[in-house]
């Protein structure tokens, strides 16, 4: 693994002759976010990164010129021109694979936050969406043991559930020093369609019964969640083991519905929070899906 010293005296670089090592690694590792990132210079876009100054991602834009804001390598510029300024943290990069597993330090606000998160906000009115980002804090410094790829997972559940999962996480880690991860949360119809046809029409095992509209992933009501493979903040899951009624319980005692109590096609990895307004939807999508 690469360790840097602090980006300010490093200039992007660790010595290599193009000077450029690090504005490179960082420009592929926002590609994995499958997000468009685009190298630029002098406003428009180029494809060389030596003569860019600056890259385009989502909304944001993100400079090389690290001379010029008073020790803060890295620069994000919004649709209002609004310049938030961020360093990593430690002002150390340890060569992270994943934009979720970068965490920022910033001077605009007190809490941390994840690269991949700003990918998150909407490109349209983005000063705004940020602001109510920042006053959410979104999850940071509320889950205490979650990982990385849970954060990115429960951006997309509702408010209630997202505090759920939360508390579920920290909970369980709490009472039996297991990690979880949140691996799915809400599902397109497209999506839901799809994993539908798993074991069907399409190869492998069935793992659903709902069609679109009739899972309470499609309304962000629902998560499905694995231990850890290695230690609490590990991003990869151990899908050899089965979610056990001890542990379940801990979400059943924050209003929780464990899919491992259903008396058929038990769904061990699934809970949802319970709504009679999703019930009704479900049922008409029920009876749309027949005809």
Known sequence: MIKLKNLITE???VGTDDRIYL????YNTLKKSKIPVKYGAK???????KISTFMYWSGWVIWKDINTNGGWPISFTD???KMWLFKF????????QSPYSIILKSKNFKTPVALGTWA????KNITTSFNNFQKSERAFGKCKHCNDRTYKNILSLSSPMKEKAMQFIDTVYKNT???LTITDTYRTAEQQRDLYAKGRTKPGKTVTNAKPGESYHNYGLAFDVYFNAGSKIDNTVDLSRTMTADIAKYAEKLGLSWGGSWESFKDYPHFELKS???DAKIEKAKKSNKK
């Open 43 to 49: 406003g428009k876009q180029v494809t060389d990164p």
């Open 23 to 26: 504005w490179k690694l960082l």
């Open 89 to 96: 943290k430690d002002g150390i990069y340890n060569g992270q």
């Open 79 to 81: 649709s209002e021109n």
């Open 11 to 13: 200039q992007w670089s």
């Open 177 to 179: 020093k297991e990690g």
């Open 120 to 123: 998150l906000v909407s490109t």
């Open 276 to 278: 009679t307004a999703v």
